[in-house]
Nanobody, 128 residues
Framework: QVQLVQSGGGLVQAEGSLRLSCAVS????????MGWFRQAPGKEREFVAA????????YYADSVKGRFTISRDNAKNTVYLQMNGLKPEDTAVYFC?????????????????????WGQGTQVTISS
């Protein structure tokens, strides 16, 4: 079955950096776009970033644009989220997810309903 296993995360000071990884197995990783989402305490889960299956397109939430970078290595079946310039408001549990639509890229990549498999979640805590 499809599995998404996350690693990385932790506690860092404001303006620090972290990199999250998400290793995918059980499917042809290279044909699916991937996304990252996050959920802060007491808030709904929100979109962070997405990347197309060939890395030709990326899309970011306004709140992380210019600070976060999503990337993927199809040879390693892994998607990454490099987070720089971290702020206390970035504190959340971060989730990677697979878009159920193969070889498709559209403007609604932030719609969580399009994602069918999710990682276990990774806590990211930013201290001020």
């Amino acid at each position: 079955q499809v599995q998404l296993v996350q690693s990385g995360g932790g506690l860092v000071q404001a303006e620090g950096s972290l990199r999250l990884s998400c290793a995918v197995s059980g499917c042809t990783f290279s044909i699916y776009q991937m996304g990252w989402f996050r959920q802060a305490p007491g808030k709904e889960r929100e979109f962070v970033a997405a990347i197309s299956w060939r890395s030709s397109s990326t899309y970011y939430a306004d709140s992380v644009k210019g600070r976060f970078t999503i990337s993927r290595d199809n040879a390693k079946n892994t998607v990454y989220l490099q987070m720089n310039g971290l702020k206390p408001e970035d504190t959340a549990v971060y989730f990677c997810a697979r878009d159920r639509r193969a070889t498709t890229w559209s403007n609604n990549v932030g719609d969580q309903r399009l994602y069918d498999y999710w990682g276990q979640g990774t806590q990211v805590t930013i201290s001020s």
